[in-house]
């Protein structure tokens, strides 16, 4: 993994509320609307965050109709753990 993929990693999980955003939709995917209504959060910040996350690789996109619901990709989270471990060990 290179510098510049580890820095957009570390962005896309850097902000507090995008950690709170993964632990929601980790075991259970979620619509825009149930994550913001467990986060007592706006409907649009939540949507920003997940449109952040998802093209940062860590969450996955599902529409139902007219709902999309999220959900964290735990393979792609365990491999930026594993990679960060890989980036440090070569330091």
């Known amino acids: ?47 920003h965050h997940l449109r952040l996350l998802e093209t940062s690789g860590f969450v996955e996109a599902k529409r139902y109709g007219r709902f999309i619901r999220y959900r964290a990709k735990k393979e792609e989270l365990k491999e930026i753990c594993w990679g960060t471990k890989e980036f440090f060990e070569k330091t």
């Open 1 to 47: 993994m290179t510098s510049k993929e580890m820095a957009k990693f570390f962005f896309a999980l850097s902000d507090s509320t995008r950690l709170k955003i993964l632990k929601e939709i980790f075991e259970e995917e979620k619509c825009v609307g149930k994550v913001a209504e467990s986060l007592n959060l706006p409907i649009q910040n939540v949507s």
